[in-house]
């Protein structure tokens, strides 16, 4: 199985802070990885998949980027519905695995 | 819009089998290329995808869980049904079932997600 391995694990920032979060995997994935943004009580949420491609109606405030096992993700200025866990998924083999999570919270 | 909702048991105990069934709106369990996946979420713990089962039928499973899981779909009703067979306690986790939608070979994701069921597997 490929690892996932983000960091931080969690996060405290401010409203219009930069904030990025990095996602290292096992092997090389090139560049099939997945961001989701959970809230609590809700579902994952897809934010960006391709490593850099943003789904439709996401922000342009949230963006991707990396390949082979380096990848982040970067909010450019967190807005307060931005405080939420992200995690990271590769789709490159089976079976699929998600990053453990980073909780982003106000400080 | 399209929507994916879980429904099943909330309480199990440890032997018993888990049957969850995925109602789905919005697309048709047809359609080339798409897909419906399920992945569950232990209590603070990281998501982990369990099944997965294609347009065509061909299903796909997590290693870890090959022998105790089934997935299968009624494209007539429009559903996905999961089961879990010999639950134990540290199958208790919230389970989602999400679209897997792909472009090309290798890029898949899955959106949309249900909002999860909450199962606990307690004697």
């Known amino acids: 199985d490929i690892q996932m391995t983000q960091s931080p694990s969690s996060l405290s920032a401010s409203v219009g802070d930069r904030v990025t979060i990095t996602c290292r995997t096992s092997?090389?994935?090139?560049?099939?990885l997945n961001w989701y943004q959970q809230k609590p009580g809700k579902a994952p949420q897809l934010l960006i998949y391709?490593?850099?491609t943003l789904q439709s109606e996401v922000p342009p405030r949230f963006s991707g980027n990396g390949s082979g096992t380096d990848f982040a993700l970067t909010i450019s200025s967190l807005q307060p519905e931005d405080f939420a866990t992200y995690c990271c998924?590769?789709?490159?083999?089976?079976?699929?695995?998600f990053g453990q999570g980073t909780k982003l919270e106000i400080k | 819009q399209i929507t994916l909702t879980e429904s099943g048991p909330t309480l199990l105990k440890p032997t018993q089998t888990l049957t969850l069934t995925c109602s789905v709106s919005?697309?048709?369990?047809?359609?080339?290329?798409?897909?419906v996946g399920w992945i569950r979420q232990p209590p603070g713990k990281a998501l982990e995808w369990l099944a997965l089962?294609?347009?065509?039928?061909?299903?796909r499973y997590s290693p870890s869980l090959k022998n105790r899981l089934s997935i299968t779909k009624d494209t007539s009703r429009n559903q996905v049904v999961l089961t879990l067979t010999n639950m134990d306690p540290l199958d208790t986790a919230i389970y989602y079932c999400?679209?897997?939608?792909?472009?090309?070979?290798?890029?898949?994701?899955?959106?949309?997600w249900g909002q999860g069921t909450l199962v606990t597997v307690s004697s």
């Open positions: 998924q590769q789709s490159y083999s089976r079976p699929y695995t």
């Open positions: 919005g697309f048709s369990l047809n359609t080339s290329g798409l897909g």
């Open positions: 089962i294609y347009w065509d039928d061909d299903e």
């Open positions: 092997q090389n994935i090139r560049n099939y």
């Open positions: 391709a490593a850099s």
């Open positions: 999400a679209r897997r939608k792909s472009s090309g070979i290798y890029y898949n994701w899955f959106d949309p």
